[in-house]
């Protein structure tokens, strides 16, 4: 699995606790930032982030911002990408089993790095459950591609 990560300048303490997260699970990742301590606009890392999702570059994007919401809604005007915003742990994993979300969202200013790390842990290790939810999933997919 290849996971590229990503925050604006107020996710960056939580991209570091999910990138030490990676690294333990052994999870190839790419980094893109932001780097810069001074303000970003997170449409400019969760677009790109998501596209290289949607091309097959990447198979999954964690995205980071103050509140995951501005990520969230970026990341999901790119055709076929399913960003979940996710501060909990069952819809961490819930969102893997039913919705086979590709994007995992998470809101710094939201939740701490203890669940922060948790959440990252539990969506990159849950799979698919496919069944009826293929169904459901192929049916917003024919909605993109009408
Ligand atoms: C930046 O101040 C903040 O708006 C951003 O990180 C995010 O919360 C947007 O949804």
Known sequence: MKVIL????????????????LNELEVEFEDIGCDCESSVDYPDYAIPAAERVANGEFDKAILICGTGIGMSISANKVKGIRAALVHDLFTAKVTREHNDSNVLCMG????????????ARTWVSTDFEAGRH???VSKIAEYENK
Request: proline content about 3%.
């Open 134 to 136: 293929e169904r459901r």
């Open 108 to 119: 710094e200013r939201v939740i701490g790095p203890g669940l922060a790390r948790e959440i």
């Open 6 to 21: 990503a925050s604006d300048h107020g996710g960056v303490n939580l991209r570091k606790e999910v990138a030490d997260v």
